[in-house]
């Protein structure tokens, strides 16, 4: 079956770093979404990924291995902002998404 | 105006009652989704619509009728929906279906069944 797994929950201090990780397991592979959910709003876009690498978009960073079925989201100088859901979700071989159930992002002071 | 507008934000209804959510998007997409999204659970894709066609329908109860009108708007009617139901139900929208373009969601509509 088709699969997403990435982590409940973190937790991380203000002006740290955080890596937010997404494991897949599709049936055929064209591209990884990073979505961000603050709560009661809608879902938002961060990335896009399809080829190997590292993408990056100001503080937010975006990491894809397709031999290992892995991706990262890396936020930097975290804010207090960036308390939220951040959602992983695969593009199978039929271009249907495949959802995570999402990583609630903590920021402490 | 914001992308992806959904109405009413919040809706509480009896198990007997019936009710629509609204859903309009002024981006000149073509194709229109549904999604249930219920605490720690991942989105469930309920209904595609694309250049106001029905391309999917993954298994949903008969209890939600989508409709729509034209490729700005969408709806799902409601009837004698179940707690269970409760949730909340997202709109999203994207140029074109099959594509690699990203989705726009409208904020929500949290349906509370009783």
């Known amino acids: 079956g088709q699969n997403i797994d990435q982590p409940t929950e973190m937790t991380a201090t203000e002006g740290a770093i955080v890596q937010i990780n997404c494991t897949y397991q599709?049936?055929?592979?064209?591209?990884l979404f990073w979505y961000q959910q603050h709560a009661g709003e809608a879902p938002t876009f961060l990335s896009y990924?399809?080829l190997d690498g590292l993408e990056e978009k100001g503080r937010f960073s975006s990491f894809l291995s397709r031999s290992k079925g892995y991706s990262y989201l890396l936020l930097k100088e975290l804010q207090m902002k960036d308390s939220a859901s951040y959602l992983c979700?695969?593009?199978?071989?039929?271009?249907?998404?495949?959802w995570g159930a999402g990583t609630k992002l903590i920021i402490k002071p | 105006e914001t992308g992806v507008t959904q109405t009413p934000r919040h809706l509480v209804m009896g198990m007997t009652n019936k009710k629509s959510l609204k859903c309009e998007q002024h981006?000149?997409?073509?194709?229109m989704y549904w999604y249930k999204q219920s605490a720690k659970k991942p989105l469930e894709l309920m209904f595609v619509y694309s250049l106001e066609e029905r391309v999917e329908n993954n298994s949903v109860p008969s209890r939600f009728s989508p409709e729509c009108p034209n490729s700005s708007h969408l709806f799902l009617h409601l009837h004698t929906l179940q707690p269970e139901d409760s949730a909340l139900y997202l709109c999203a929208s994207s140029q074109l279906l099959g594509d690699t373009g990203e989705l726009f969601f409208g904020e929500g509509s949290r349906l509370t069944v009783l």
């Open positions: 990924n399809v």
């Open positions: 981006l000149g997409h073509n194709a």
């Open positions: 979700a695969c593009m199978d071989s039929n271009y249907q998404l495949i």
């Open positions: 599709t049936s055929g592979f064209n591209g």
